[in-house]
């Protein structure tokens, strides 16, 4: 699990953990309201964190497993605050839980050193004999799966936004670059190589930014239809995450030795990008979610 602490604005539909909440929750379109929503279909009984990175049920106070403890580095965005109640089930097994954070029994561990978006914490988190009331069940019980889902494609149009951003500030920065800087008597935006790359970065900034209001639309949509936006959604990352990258690729390259220096903010773009093509689901795991829908097929 990642603790993304309040240093950041944490995007839609991500799992987040702040130091004033004490809880990790699951924020989707809906907000923190999952969290009372939970607390109302509250069933008094505890479960343990078990070393089986499994929760089991108990009985109130038994705390059976002095050692349990149960350590997480990098999930995948449908592991965590969800546990397996019956693991026979498969998909249906899965049930999503409210983690309190001041809790005995939790703790955060090394936090991860990153290529880039070190302004935002990632940390191991700890469980050690962590008792979980019932109480803090989010949803019906089976339905943890469904609830990750729904939080991811809430989630890929934040990580779509953040791409874009990046790719703006990197356009922005190699225009008025590619006008100021001389080389060779010419301004460098004169050089074909540079500006067909401008050519290029504008032109899918605005590809992406279609995409996300498409997916944005889609999931205002949803809020009458209660239907999905799952292929706008993950359209959206994809392109506005490989966009992120490849425009901070060619900054790097108009900015050259400048793009590669610590001095100017180009090679933190660089190092940022790399994120959005990798959290809230891969672009390998887009393309399938994007190719399946098409195709009907699985
Ligand atoms: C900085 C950071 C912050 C994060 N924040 C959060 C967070 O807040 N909440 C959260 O839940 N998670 C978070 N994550 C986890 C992140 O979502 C996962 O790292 C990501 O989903 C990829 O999973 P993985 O690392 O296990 O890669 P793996 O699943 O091991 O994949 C490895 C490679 O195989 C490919 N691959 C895997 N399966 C398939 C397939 N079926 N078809 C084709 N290719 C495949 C992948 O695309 C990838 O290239 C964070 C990760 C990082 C690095």
Do not use: W
Request: charged share 25%.
């Amino acid at each position: 699990m990642l603790i993304t602490t309040g240093m950041s604005a944490p995007p839609i539909g991500m799992m987040i953990s702040t130091p004033s909440a004490n809880a990790i929750a699951v924020i989707n379109a809906n907000g923190v309201h999952a969290l009372s929503a939970a607390r109302k279909n509250a069933v008094p009984k505890p479960i343990i964190a078990s070393p089986s990175a499994r929760f089991s049920q108990c009985c109130p106070g038994n705390t059976t497993g002095a050692e349990e403890k149960r350590r997480k580095r990098l999930p995948s965005p449908a592991s965590l605050p969800k546990a397996m109640t019956e693991p026979e089930k498969g998909h249906n097994g899965i049930t999503a839980f409210i983690i309190e954070t001041d809790k005995p029994g939790f703790s955060r561990g090394r936090k991860e050193p990153k290529l880039g978006i070190r302004a935002s914490a990632t940390s191991e988190i700890l469980f050690e004999g962590y008792v979980c009331p019932l109480s803090a069940r989010l949803g019906e019980e089976g339905q943890g799966f469904k609830i990750a889902l729904g939080v991811l494609d809430a989630g890929r149009i934040g990580i779509a936004a953040q791409s874009l951003g990046i790719a703006e500030a990197a356009y922005e920065a190699s225009l008025q670059y590619a006008r100021d800087r001389e080389a060779f008597g010419h301004k460098i935006g004169e050089f074909q190589g540079i500006s067909f790359k401008l050519a290029d970065m504008k032109t899918r900034i605005e590809a992406s930014r279609l995409l996300i209001y498409q997916a944005a639309l889609a999931k205002q949509r949803s809020k009458e239809s209660g239907g999905r936006y799952t292929l706008e959604a993950s359209m959206a990352k994809l392109f506005a995450s490989e966009t992120a990258m490849f425009c901070a690729h060619a900054a790097v390259q108009i900015f050259a030795g400048m793009g590669y220096s610590k001095e100017l903010p180009i090679e933190r773009y660089f190092r940022d990008a790399k994120i959005t093509e990798i959290y809230e689901g891969t672009s390998e795991i887009q393309r399938l979610v994007i190719s399946r829908m098409e195709l009907g097929l699985r």
